[in-house]
């Protein structure tokens, strides 16, 4: 079984070690130069909770450089660099190529349907995390789980015996079909803590501190919740609301800085239109106003523009 990385970034890096040491047949594909040259020339440097595990050879490529056809791809990149990679690899798909999506955010699915089809492409959701140390360093904490469906299931027993053999490797894959749910409602849990850090400049513990935080969250949570039920998702708004709380704490995720907060901080384009500006978008299909995520988006926005944020 052939195994693509599309974006061989932290969260890409750590799944594609972990399927490589089980003696899988994994590469890497990814643009950013210096990362490449230095796993190609010094193998991926792997350090988990601190501990240096050495140097892993795995084949990592620009995308104009791969060549051949791969069984299974995981794309691995920011939402908004989804549709570009898709672009850069589609010519090393073959007609049963199974393509798995964990990103941040919402709509995925709808532009994975333009390169592949709906049987073959799995979306999910994760709580792996992961670092780079530098380029060509990964530098990983804990542990994790995937929650994983297929889009459209047809010949699902080939895609439960996908998922066993990639959990040889550790990745904690449960199929579900409460996918869609679990996706909505980390999506509902990235629209408050991102944006409101970044548009704060707090970590997660300080924005918990400030007495009125509930008042901020459900601000933006109902208009999620109206917006996800007519889409069909059962979203259970308190659950999101206590799943918030459950990371204000120093010992949990109180300490750190989200995604979007730190894309803002070094210049970067940032995932606000898979996170609240989707919500804006679909609420506007449904006819269901959404004010809070559309002022929210366009302050998000209006932050990239006045700092000259650029795509990396």
């Given at each position: 079984?052939?195994?693509?990385?599309?974006?061989?970034?932290?969260?890409?890096?750590?799944?594609?070690?972990?399927?490589?040491?089980?003696?899988?047949?994994?590469?890497?594909?990814?643009?950013?130069?210096?990362?490449?040259?230095?796993?190609t020339?010094?193998?991926?440097?792997?350090?988990?909770?601190?501990?240096?595990?050495?140097?892993?050879?795995?084949?990592?490529?620009?995308?104009?450089?791969?060549?051949?056809?791969?069984?299974?791809?995981?794309?691995?990149?920011?939402?908004?660099?989804?549709?570009?990679?898709?672009?850069?690899?589609?010519?090393?798909?073959?007609?049963?190529t199974?393509?798995?999506?964990?990103?941040n955010?919402?709509?995925?699915?709808?532009t994975?349907?333009?390169?592949?089809?709906?049987?073959?492409?799995?979306?999910?959701?994760?709580?792996?995390?992961?670092?780079?140390?530098?380029?060509?360093?990964?530098?990983?904490?804990?542990?994790?789980?995937?929650?994983?469906?297929?889009?459209?299931?047809?010949?699902?027993?080939?895609?439960l015996?996908l998922?066993?053999?990639?959990?040889?490797?550790?990745?904690?894959?449960?199929?579900?079909?409460?996918?869609?749910?679990?996706?909505?409602?980390?999506?509902?849990?990235?629209?408050?803590?991102?944006?409101?850090?970044?548009?704060?400049d707090?970590?997660?513990?300080?924005?918990?501190?400030?007495?009125?935080?509930?008042?901020?969250?459900?601000?933006?949570?109902?208009?999620?919740?109206?917006?996800?039920?007519?889409?069909?998702?059962?979203?259970?708004?308190?659950?999101?609301?206590?799943?918030?709380?459950?990371?204000?704490?120093?010992?949990?995720?109180?300490?750190?800085?989200?995604?979007?907060?730190?894309?803002?901080?070094?210049?970067?384009?940032?995932?606000?239109?898979?996170?609240?500006?989707?919500?804006?978008?679909?609420?506007?299909?449904?006819?269901?106003?959404?004010?809070?995520?559309?002022?929210?988006?366009?302050?998000?926005?209006?932050?990239?523009?006045?700092?000259?944020?650029?795509?990396?």
């Amino acid at each position: 079984m052939k195994i693509l990385f599309a974006g061989a970034g932290a969260l890409g890096s750590r799944f594609g070690y972990m399927l490589f040491k089980n003696n899988e047949d994994v590469t890497f594909v990814d643009s950013w130069e210096e990362h490449v040259r230095n796993i190609t020339n010094n193998g991926l440097k792997v350090i988990i909770d601190e501990v240096d595990l050495g140097n892993y050879y795995i084949p990592t490529y620009h995308p104009d450089q791969v060549r051949g056809k791969y069984d299974v791809v995981f794309v691995a990149t920011k939402s908004m660099q989804l549709r570009a990679m898709l672009e850069k690899v589609k010519h090393l798909f073959h007609e049963d190529t199974k393509i798995i999506c964990i990103l941040n955010g919402l709509g995925h699915v709808e532009t994975l349907k333009d390169y592949i089809k709906e049987e073959n492409i799995l979306i999910g959701v994760t709580v792996w995390t992961s670092g780079l140390g530098g380029p060509g360093v990964l530098n990983a904490h804990g542990t994790g789980k995937i929650e994983l469906k297929q889009v459209k299931e047809i010949n699902l027993d080939e895609t439960l015996k996908l998922v066993d053999r990639l959990n040889g490797a550790g990745l904690n894959i449960r199929y579900s079909a409460d996918t869609y749910q679990s996706i909505w409602h980390k999506a509902g849990l990235n629209c408050v803590l991102n944006t409101f850090c970044t548009l704060i400049d707090c970590n997660i513990n300080q924005y918990g501190s400030y007495d009125k935080n509930l008042e901020l969250t459900r601000a933006v949570l109902n208009e999620i919740t109206a917006v996800g039920k007519a889409e069909g998702i059962d979203i259970k708004q308190d659950v999101i609301e206590n799943n918030i709380k459950n990371c204000f704490s120093l010992k949990t995720a109180g300490a750190h800085y989200p995604s979007l907060y730190q894309d803002m901080k070094n210049g970067r384009l940032t995932e606000i239109d898979y996170l609240n500006g989707e919500i804006s978008r679909l609420g506007k299909i449904h006819n269901i106003p959404t004010p809070v995520c559309d002022v929210i988006t366009l302050m998000i926005h209006s932050k990239e523009f006045i700092n000259n944020n650029k795509q990396y």
